[in-house]
C-alpha cells in the first residue's frame, strides 16, 4: 500500500466528523429525574420514563438545552429558537421505547465553524497544491452523502469568511459545523457467551438502562476536512471548547465523547464526492488520525486496481493499525422519522440564549489570543497553556507572581511542570506545586541563577518539601554564579590551560566550544552558568 | 334501603361526609352491583376489591379523626384498562400485557383517588384503544346495559357501560378519535373530552399523542363537573409537558343556563350521509330546547371537517405505529418462548401479542411514515389539521358552542359492522375535535324514536372552554330530565345502601 504523502500527491481525502458528546456535567438524565451516574450499580438509576413503560411521557432537562445551546454558542452557530425533537425508529433493545428521542432538520444549532491553526509537521500532510476555498469543491448538496442523520442543509453560507491561508510554519482553515443536535443516548449492552461480543451469536444478553436517556449532543462537520492530521486537530480543538465551557468530561477513553469519522477519496481537481465509507472505534487522537490515514490509503489502493468503493461501515483496529469491514449499507435505513408529539416545539427566547453566552467564559482561542498579547508569549505556547482552561489558571496565577515576566513561567510550566504532573498522575487542579512555588522556579531560571536541568530537580524538590525554589536553591548549594568578573576569571583560567583547543576554535572548529564549557563548570564546581560561559569563551576566543 | 346507583357523585361525598353511611358501605355497594349486574355486562377486566376498600377506610378513618374529606370521597370509580394503577394489571385489553403490572400510577388515577375516588375496577376497552365497539378487545365483549345484544360502544366501551348498568357512580375513559363520548352516546351517559393539554396523559398507555385525552363519564354533569375539578384542580401536571394549567371551577358556572349565548348548529354533519333520522329529530329537538332557555340558534359552517377522517387515519396509525414499537417482549409483556434469535422473538411476540386491529393500525403507521411516503401523507395530514383547526376558530366567532350529534346512530349490534372502513366512518362526528384538539361533550338526549335505544347529542366548545361546555350539557339535562339514568334492566340490582 502506498504511504499516504504518495497518495495525497494523486488524490483528495475528503473527510467529516460525526462527534457524540456526553453532557457528563448534568444532574440528570434528558427526559427524566434519574441520576447520571457511571459508577452505580447496573440498572440502579432507571424510571418509568427512561424504561420506556408503558404511559411514561418525556420531560426535557431544561439545562441539557442550555449546555447545547452554548455548544453552538462557542462554535459560532446559529441558534435555532424554534427546533423540536423527533423519533428514530429502530428495534433493538438498547433503546427501551424502540426510537430514540433526537432531533429532525432543524437542530438547536445549525451552521457553526472552528478554525484550525495547523503548524510544524501536521502541515506537511496536507500537498502545497490543495485548493484554497474547500466549500466550492463541497457543496452543502454534499451533505446527504456526508450528513450524519440526512439533515437538510438550509443556508449555503453560513460558515462566514474563510479560505485556506499559508502562515510561516503552517496554514489555518475554518472548518464549517452543519449542526449540532440533542439526543438521548442508548442502554449498554453486554453479551455473554460468544466469541465477538456480539448479540448473534451471544448465550446472554445483558442490558443496563443506567446510560439509556443520559443527554448527548452530536456535532456534524460538512466534509471539509482534507487529511488525518486536520480531522485530529478538528477534535483536539472541539474537546477544548468543550472542556472550557464546562459541558462534559470529554473523555474519549471512557467514550464520553466519541467521534465518528466519514471518507471518500476523489482525484485532484474533482469537484464530486466518491463513495464515503464511515469510520468506527476511533476512540483516542491517535486512532482518529490512524484510522483515517489507513482508510485513505485503503481507498487509494481500491480505486488504483480499478476497483470500487463500497458505502460500508468500518471498524479500526488500533493494535494491527488497519480497518475491517462492519457491515455494509446496500440501501438507507429507513427511521421513519416524525415530530415527537409528546414534546412541544421549542420557543428560545433571546434572553435565555444571551443567558446562556454570559455563562461561557472566555473560550481557548480568545484566551490564547489575550496570553500571546498580554504576556508575550510565542504563540504555540499560548495555545497550549490556554487548552485547559485549570492549566490556564494556573499560568495566570503564576505569572502574577513572578518578578522577572511570565515567559520564564511558560517554558518552566511547559517544559519543566507539565511532565512532573504527568509523570505524578496530577494535573493543574490536582497539582501538589503551588503557582507561587513555579513563579519563584521561574523567576530563578529568568535570573540564570539555575539551569533549566537543574529547574527539574528544584520542581520535584518544591513539591516533595513545599519549600520554595530559593530556599531549594540555596539548601543544595545550586545557585549559579552570575557576577560577570568572577566568571570570566574563570574563562580566563581555561582558555590559558586549553590552548589547543583554543586555536582551533579559531580556525573555525567551533563545535570545540562544548569541550571549553564543560572545562568552565568542572573549574567552577558546576556553579556557573553554561550559557553565560559561552557566551563569554565566544567573546573572549574572537 | 336504596340502592347506591341512585346516588349522585355529590350525594355520595355527602353522604359519607354527614356518616350517613360508611365509604367502606358505599365501596361493598358497588362491589355487590358488579357482582349482579356484572355477568351480564362484562365491563371490567378486573375488580379491584382491595384497593377500593383500603382506600374506603382510609377515608372512614380520616372521617373517625375529624379531618376534612375531599369532594368526591367514596365515590366509586372505574378506571379504562390502558390507565396505570399500582397493584392492578393495565392490559389496554391485549393479550400483549395481559399479564402486565405497571410500578407506577397515571396522574388522572392518583388525583381521583386523591379526591376521594374508591378504585373499583379496571374496564375494558378495545385493544390498545382501536376501535368503536369495544369488540377488538383479546378479553371479550362488553355488552351494552340498554340492550345487552348491542355493543357499548368503544373504545372506552366498559367505562361507560359500568356507569349507564350502576356499577360505579364516575369513571375514566379516554378518547383519540371519540372513544369517550361515542360510548356515551351508545350507553346514554354523559362523557366528556376536555381540551387537549387540560388533563395530563402521564401513565396513560398512548395511541395517539397529540389526539389522545382523558375524561370523565358520569350520569349526570354534575358529576362529571366533579370528576374535572379532581383530573385539572391540582394545576399541570410537570411529569406532561404537553400538559397546561386550566385553573377553573367547573361547577362554578354550572347552573348559570344559557340565556344569550349562541349555539351554533352543524347541519353538514347533521344532515351528513349515514346520520339516521332519529338521531337528527334528537340534535333538532335539543337545539329547540337550548332556544327555549334563551340561547340564540345560528347557522355553523366547518370547511374541511369532511377531511378530518382522513386526517385521523394517517396521524393516529403514524402515531400508534410509534407509541406501540415498544411492546417487543423483551423487557415485559407476552414473550414467545423458545426463539433462537431477538428478531424471530420480537416478531413472534408480536405476531401473537397483538390483534388484527393493532396489527392494522401499526402496519399502516409503519407505511405512512417511510421516506418517499411521508411527505404525501402525514405531511399532509397536518396541513389538514390547521385548516380544521381554522375552521373552528372561525366558527367560534359565530357561536360560544357548536350542536351536533355524537355519532351518525344507536348501537348497533355485536358483529354488525365488519368492514375496517365502515367501523370508521362511524367516528365522522368526533374526530375533528381530537383534531383540532378542542373540548367536547356528550349528553344523553332521550331515546330514539326508532330503537328506543340512548341518543345523544354532541357539545364542542372553543380550547380551554370546558367550563363552558358543562354549562350547555347542563341546559340540555335539564330539557331532558328524568330520561337519563341508570338503564332499566340494571337499576336497583344489587349493590344497597343502608
Redesign the interface.
Known sequence: MKTLSEVLRDWEAVIGLEVHTELTTLETKMFCGCRLSHEDDPNADVC?VC??????????NKEAIRSIVKAGLATDCEIQKRSMFY?K?Y?Y?DM????QTTQGPVAFCMHGHLDLEIRGQGAAELPADAPEDRRASTPSSAMNAHGGTGALALDEDAAGEGLLTRTDDGYTVPIRILRIHMEEDAAKMTHLGGSEGR??GAAE?LIDYNRCGTPLIELVTEPDLRTPEEARLFMEKLRRVFLAIGISDCSLESGSMRCDGNVSLRRKGETTLGTKTELKNLNSFKSLHDGLEYEICRQAQVLEEGGVVLQETRHFEPARKRTVVMRVKET?D?Y???PD????PFDLSDDFIESCRAELGELPDAKRDRFEATFNLKRADAEALAADPALASFFETAAGAAARGAVSVANVLLNVVLGQWRAAGEDAKSSSLTPAQVAGLADLVAEGAIVSAQAREVAAAMAETGESAEAIVDARGLRQETDDDALMAVVEQVLAACPDQAAQYRSGNTKVIGYLVGQCMRACNGTGNPKRFNELLRESLT | MRSFDELSAAEIAAGVAAGDFSAEEVARASLDAIEAREPSIHAFLQVTEELALERARELDRARAAGEKLPPLAGVPLAVKDNMNLIGSRTTCGSRMLEDYESPYTATCVARMVEAGCLPVAKANMDEFAFGSSTETSYFGKTANPWDVERVPGGSSGGSAAAVAAGEVTLALGSDTGGSIRQPASFCGVVGLKPTYGAVSRYGVVAFGSSLDQVGPFGRRVEDVALAMNALVGPGRDPLDSTSQDCPVDFLEHLEDGVRGLRIGVVSELVEARGVSAEVKAVVYAAARALQDQGAELVEVALPHIEDSIAAYYVIGPCEAFSNLARFDGVRYGYQEPGCATLAEQSEKSRAKGFGAEAKRRQMLGAYLLSSGVYDRYYYKAQQARTLITRSYANAFEKADVLLLPSSPRTAFKFGEISDPTEMYASDLCTISSNIAGNGSISVPAGLGRETGLPVAVQLQGPAFKDRRLLTFARAVERAFEGECAVAPAFAGKGGELA
Open positions: 418509568p424504561l420506556g413503560l408503558p404511559g411514561a411521557l418525556p420531560v426535557p423519533r425508529h428495534f433493545p427501551a421505547k424502540n426510537f448479540i448473534g444478553s438507507a429507513d421513519r422519522l416524525f408529539p409528546d414534546l412541544a
